[in-house]
């Protein structure tokens, strides 16, 4: 487990109050009104009882959602348990391109190369924290260079780029597709995501699950999302693009392209955790510190776009704290 992502307020202590998190790539403000009141009716028998071992229900309501056979579809608890079982369930020599999420580094390390001559690829589509979107020719081509291909769509429903599907992962004999129904349905306290791929690295990756690993709130939270289409969260690509614009106009920065509601941004002549501290302690915002992803540097700061006004108070306090330039 690597500390240091985003939407770290908890860390900071009671005295400090944020009024605008960026740190976080979830969409803000979704409306959870029905979900809740849906779980307030049925607490009382799902927490007197056991879940099932394994998430098959859910797993069969996947599979029909995607068109695909159940045995493709393994329920986790939340993408991240996804990565670590498939990095215990090969246990090939992993080739990651930097910078990216770092649980695929840090779950790898676990565990030993069965055969370093043989390679398993992750790559995260959308990207964390670049927000680039790999193309269909460089997806096939990774297919083919190596052994096992780990495709992380967490983030999926937060692009108009086009996406991998899980028809076309359950087609081909090394193809894993990772996803999140923590950040499509912006749910990311119920942890809840899953796999698909073809049924034979579903039964390799099966054997490593643990029994009752997703609770029955979270089991029957995501049956219900899957019901109400409606529910699911998608970013405001177009207000993205205007903060990013905007972004690119303060001096004393550079900012990443991007195709999601998430960015990379780039300080000349302060470091991340200089610019995140000010930002807490004057205005109330909090941004991610991206210094601890490889590949980058202490300059190097990620930031998710919020609501106009609230994009609106970012770029005030960053042209304020960076209006000198470089110092």
């Given at each position: 487990?690597?500390?240091?992502?985003?939407?770290?307020?908890?860390?900071?202590?009671?005295?400090?109050?944020?009024?605008?998190?960026?740190?976080s790539?979830?969409?803000?403000?979704?409306?959870?009104?029905?979900?809740v009141?849906?779980?307030?009716?049925?607490?009382?028998?799902?927490?007197?009882?056991?879940?099932?071992?394994?998430?098959?229900?859910?797993?069969?309501?996947?599979?029909?959602?995607?068109?695909?056979?159940?045995?493709?579809?393994?329920?986790?608890?939340?993408?991240?348990?996804?990565?670590?079982?498939?990095?215990?369930?090969?246990?090939?020599?992993?080739?990651?391109?930097?910078?990216?999420?770092?649980?695929?580094?840090?779950?790898?390390?676990?565990f030993?190369?069965?055969?370093?001559?043989?390679?398993?690829?992750?790559?995260?589509?959308?990207?964390n924290?670049?927000?680039?979107?790999?193309?269909?020719?460089?997806?096939?081509m990774l297919?083919?260079?190596?052994?096992?291909?780990?495709?992380?769509?967490?983030?999926?429903?937060?692009?108009?780029?086009?996406?991998?599907?899980?028809?076309?992962?359950?087609?081909?004999?090394?193809?894993?597709?990772l996803?999140?129904?923590?950040?499509?349905?912006?749910?990311?306290?119920l942890r809840?995501?899953?796999?698909?791929?073809?049924?034979?690295?579903?039964?390799?990756?099966?054997?490593?699950?643990r029994?009752?690993?997703?609770?029955?709130?979270?089991?029957?939270?995501?049956?219900?999302?899957?019901?109400?289409?409606?529910?699911?969260?998608?970013?405001?690509?177009?207000?993205?693009?205007?903060?990013?614009r905007?972004?690119?106009?303060?001096?004393?920065?550079?900012?990443?392209?991007?195709?999601?509601?998430?960015?990379?941004?780039?300080l000349?002549?302060?470091?991340?955790?200089?610019?995140?501290?000010?930002?807490?302690?004057?205005?109330?915002?909090?941004?991610?510190?991206?210094?601890?992803?490889?590949?980058?540097?202490?300059?190097?700061?990620?930031?998710?776009?919020?609501?106009?006004?609230?994009?609106?108070?970012?770029?005030?306090?960053?042209?304020?704290?960076?209006?000198?330039?470089?110092?």
């Open positions: 487990m690597v500390k240091g992502h985003g939407d770290d307020s908890y860390s900071l202590g009671g005295d400090v109050r944020i009024c605008s998190d960026f740190s790539n979830i969409c803000a403000h979704g409306d959870h009104h029905q979900l009141q849906h779980l307030s009716e049925h607490a009382s028998q799902l927490i007197a009882h056991y879940p099932e071992p394994e998430a098959w229900t859910l797993e069969r309501l996947l599979a029909e959602h995607h068109a695909i056979n159940p045995e493709c579809v393994i329920v986790t608890s939340g993408a991240t348990e996804a990565i670590y079982l498939v990095a215990q369930a090969f246990r090939l020599k992993p080739v990651i391109p930097f910078p990216t999420f770092s649980e695929y580094a840090d779950a790898c390390r676990h030993r190369y069965k055969d370093g001559n043989h390679t398993i690829c992750w790559v995260c589509n959308p990207n924290p670049t927000g680039r979107v790999y193309g269909q020719h460089e997806i096939e297919s083919v260079r190596h052994d096992v291909l780990v495709i992380d769509q967490s983030y999926e429903d937060y692009t108009d780029a086009f996406i991998w599907t899980s028809s076309w992962a359950a087609r081909l004999p090394n193809v894993i597709l996803h999140s129904m923590t950040k499509s349905y912006a749910v990311p306290g809840v995501g899953y796999i698909t791929c073809a049924a034979p690295l579903a039964k390799v990756i099966r054997r490593y699950l029994p009752w690993s997703v609770n029955a709130l979270a089991l029957e939270a995501a049956r219900f999302l899957l019901e109400h289409d409606e529910l699911k969260v998608r970013p405001d690509l177009a207000e993205a693009q205007r903060l990013h905007n972004l690119k106009t303060i001096g004393g920065l550079r900012m990443m392209a991007t195709r999601t509601n998430f960015m990379l941004g780039c000349n002549s302060h470091t991340a955790s200089w610019l995140k501290q000010q930002l807490i302690q004057q205005y109330g915002i909090l941004i991610r510190d991206a210094s601890n992803f490889r590949g980058l540097t202490e300059q190097y700061f990620r930031i998710a776009a919020q609501t106009p006004k609230e994009n609106d108070a970012l770029l005030q306090a960053l042209q304020q704290l960076l209006s000198g330039g470089e110092s």
